[in-house]
């Protein structure tokens, strides 16, 4: 995927925005509705009322990326439609964009190496 990876922040909308927004009326509905900076280099994630399409915002440090997909065939996996914003990894926002259940992704274990023998 082109765009955000590993250890970044993902913020995801969780009402439908109208999806006629471009970066610029994205980014203000970062400021006015999540109450938080768009140019911080969090991610930003909007769906549309149709579950086929999501629009990602984030500051790259030269500029605004924004980035649409829209599904072919089925829908994203989206959390309950409620007022709010709800926080991903960066491997489950992967397995979002590709149209699987970022529910069933977690953190990696971390695993204490074994200690030496004595």
Known sequence: MIGPSGAV???????????????????????????????????????AKRADRVKLIFWDGTGVVLVAKRLEDGEFRWPRVQDGVMRL???????????????????PRRVMAPAAAS
């Open 9 to 47: 922040r993902v913020m995801v909308a969780t009402k439908p925005v109208d999806f006629r927004k471009g970066a610029e009326g994205l980014a203000a509905l970062v400021r006015e509705t999540m109450r938080a900076d768009p140019f911080s280099g969090v991610v930003y994630v909007f769906r």
């Open 89 to 107: 990894s960066a491997a489950q926002l992967q397995a979002l964009l590709e149209g699987l259940d970022w529910r069933r992704v977690h953190e």
